[in-house]
């Protein structure tokens, strides 16, 4: 067997397992993608100052996460949770060394994510590999291997204890006149059965 034909029965075998294993997360009972921000007892408080009467808003109306919200997360195994914060958005973010550089007509962007182990298992994965950003058409783009001086990626694998958090960067490359519009982070490299999303456009 050739090397070509054995890397080539590589990336099918690859394949596969990927394929396999969307499947048998998905199997669990769908997917889903929580745009809900995880509300503190203050946040969900009255306000009710100055006597002023409080102001009241459609029980319906749709709750948006947006930049600095928390959203809740499962992953596949009941005891894999994360509590995951959109803390930062830098456009346009200057590589930070001289060797690296987003491809022609297209720039680097960098969000900054807080990942709090919630569950009873220690997060461990690759961020960036359950990031992503969409443009207002909907166009969604994957996370590139590249640092930014926006500040320090995440370590891979992260690797987080229960209850304990880790802040990093993820960097996308889209094109220079994409408008974008959201970002989506998953557990489990995104394989999990559930999605956050937040507004950023």
Same mark, same amino acid.
């Given at each position: ?41 203050? @946040? ?19 709750? &948006? ?18 509590? =995951?914060?959109? =803390?930062? &958005? =830098? ?11 987003? #491809? ?17 298992? @220690?997060?461990?994965?690759?961020? #960036?590999?359950? @990031?992503? &950003? !969409?443009? @207002? ?25 229960? #209850? ?5 960067? &993820?960097?996308?490359? =889209?094109?220079?006149?994409?408008? !974008? ?21």
């Amino acid at each position: 067997m050739s090397a070509t034909t054995r890397r080539t029965a590589a990336l099918l075998l690859g394949a596969a397992l990927v394929t396999l294993s969307a499947t048998a997360c998905n199997s669990t009972g769908g997917s889903s993608v929580s745009t809900e921000p995880k509300q503190s007892a203050a @946040a969900s408080a009255p306000s009710n100052t100055a006597g002023k009467p409080a102001e009241s808003k459609p029980a319906d109306a749709p709750k &948006v996460a947006k930049l600095g919200d928390t959203i809740s997360l499962k992953g596949n195994d009941p005891a894999d949770t994360a509590d =995951v914060t959109l =803390v930062k &958005v =830098v456009d346009s973010a200057e590589p930070d060394n001289e060797f690296t550089h987003p #491809g022609d007509g297209k720039r680097f962007v960098a969000i900054q994510f807080r990942i709090k182990a919630s569950g009873k298992k @220690a997060y461990s994965d690759a961020p #960036g590999n359950g @990031a992503k &950003v !969409l443009d @207002a058409q909907g166009q969604a783009y994957g996370s590139t291997i590249a640092d930014t001086k926006a500040g320090p990626s995440f370590q891979v694998p992260a690797n987080i204890a229960p #209850g304990e958090s880790a802040l990093g960067f &993820v960097t996308f490359e =889209v094109p220079k006149d994409a408008k !974008l519009d959201k970002a989506q982070f998953g557990l489990d490299s995104g394989f999990a059965p559930q999605t956050g999303q937040w507004k950023i456009g």
